[in-house]
């Protein structure tokens, strides 16, 4: 067998998360980017079975500039000839970036040490179509130097080792629900001439829970709205509580932007 490790971006909008959702890809009721590179791959390897391993999750509309996975062909393909070929048969809202040798031992769901995803939003009266399957809608006025202060100070909040049981759904398959956020921040991006008035929120920590920042953004919103406090947010860090603290953010404005792995 031969093996790859591939740095991979999506526009997640149409695909129904990273994970394939059938054995056979050919018959996935929803397509899947895991699912659609794998259709993909068998088709260059002649129909032999193939296999794709990614280091992160993401749901249903979130999209990823950042992505790493292992790849195993029965077929030695040259690893420039792979990514082109790839690039060349996958949809256009899927590109292979990097393409590499790998080892049978690399596993990309146990080198990464850090990711770091961005939750894009505008407070747009009128949202921007050209930027409305990327980005949220929120009305948050960060232009406000008192919104965006009480906003930075929520943030700050999550920074640490906490347990983000609160900030998440369940999922049978992890053990706890502990999480060491390095940073986490809004900050101005720059869309311009496309959008103007556009943030987002910054996250880099050792691992997420299932759609936790998503419930860190929801809370965020809400507490700009006023309909929460930042003592709120902190009793909710300090305990579990079964009634989320808010609605959680919804998808397309999450994107998985790197993950660091060990050297």
Same mark, same amino acid.
């Given at each position: 067998?031969?093996? @790859?490790?591939?740095?991979?971006?999506?526009?997640? +909008?149409? @695909?129904?998360?990273?994970? &394939?959702? !059938?054995?056979?890809?050919? #018959?996935? !009721?929803? *397509?899947?980017?895991?699912?659609?590179?794998?259709?993909?791959?068998?088709?260059?390897?002649?129909?032999?079975?193939? $296999?794709?391993?990614?280091?992160? #999750?993401?749901?249903?509309?979130?999209?990823?500039?950042?992505?790493? !996975?292992?790849?195993?062909?029965?077929?030695?393909?040259?690893? %420039?000839?792979?990514?082109?070929?790839?690039? +060349?048969?996958? *949809?256009?809202?899927?590109?292979?970036?990097?393409?590499? *040798?790998? $080892?049978?031992?690399?596993?990309?769901?146990? $080198?990464?040490?850090?990711? %770091?995803?961005h939750y894009y939003f505008s407070d747009a009266t009128v949202e921007n179509v050209a930027i409305s399957d990327i980005a949220a809608n929120l009305p948050i006025n960060c232009d406000d130097p008192k919104v965006l202060a009480i906003l930075r100070s929520a943030?700050?909040?999550?920074?640490?080792?906490?347990?983000? @049981?609160?900030?998440?759904?369940?999922?049978?398959?992890?053990?706890?629900?502990? #999480?060491?956020?390095?940073?986490?921040?809004?900050?101005? &991006?720059?869309?311009?001439?496309?959008?103007?008035?556009?943030? @987002?929120?910054?996250?880099?920590?050792?691992?997420?829970?299932?759609?936790?920042?998503?419930?860190?953004?929801? &809370?965020?919103?809400?507490?700009?709205?006023? #309909?929460? $406090?930042?003592?709120?947010?902190?009793?909710?860090?300090?305990?579990?509580?079964?009634?989320?603290?808010?609605?959680?953010?919804? !998808?397309?404005?999450?994107?998985?932007?790197?993950?660091?792995?060990?050297?």
């Amino acid at each position: 067998m031969y093996y @790859y490790r591939v740095t991979i971006a999506y526009k997640g +909008t149409r @695909y129904f998360g990273w994970q &394939a959702q !059938a054995v056979d890809t050919s #018959r996935e !009721a929803k *397509p899947t980017v895991e699912g659609t590179i794998l259709k993909t791959l068998k088709k260059m390897a002649n129909h032999q079975p193939c $296999t794709i391993s990614g280091a992160s #999750r993401t749901d249903a509309g979130v999209h990823a500039q950042g992505q790493i !996975a292992k790849l195993i062909l029965p077929i030695a393909i040259k690893p %420039e000839h792979l990514l082109l070929g790839l690039n +060349t048969a996958l *949809p256009v809202d899927i590109r292979i970036l990097d393409c590499v *040798p790998s $080892t049978k031992a690399y596993q990309p769901t146990k $080198t990464g040490i850090s990711k %770091e995803y961005h939750y894009y939003f505008s407070d747009a009266t009128v949202e921007n179509v050209a930027i409305s399957d990327i980005a949220a809608n929120l009305p948050i006025n960060c232009d406000d130097p008192k919104v965006l202060a009480i906003l930075r100070s929520a943030c700050r909040l999550f920074v640490g080792h906490h347990d983000f @049981y609160s900030f998440s759904s369940r999922d049978k398959g992890i053990a706890g629900t502990s #999480r060491e956020i390095f940073y986490c921040n809004i900050e101005q &991006a720059n869309f311009s001439p496309l959008a103007d008035n556009m943030y @987002y929120l910054k996250v880099v920590g050792d691992g997420f829970l299932k759609y936790m920042v998503r419930y860190v953004m929801g &809370a965020l919103s809400d507490l700009a709205a006023g #309909r929460i $406090t930042l003592a709120d947010i902190l009793c909710h860090l300090q305990q579990h509580q079964e009634q989320k603290l808010s609605p959680r953010a919804i !998808a397309k404005g999450l994107h998985l932007i790197n993950i660091e792995e060990a050297a």
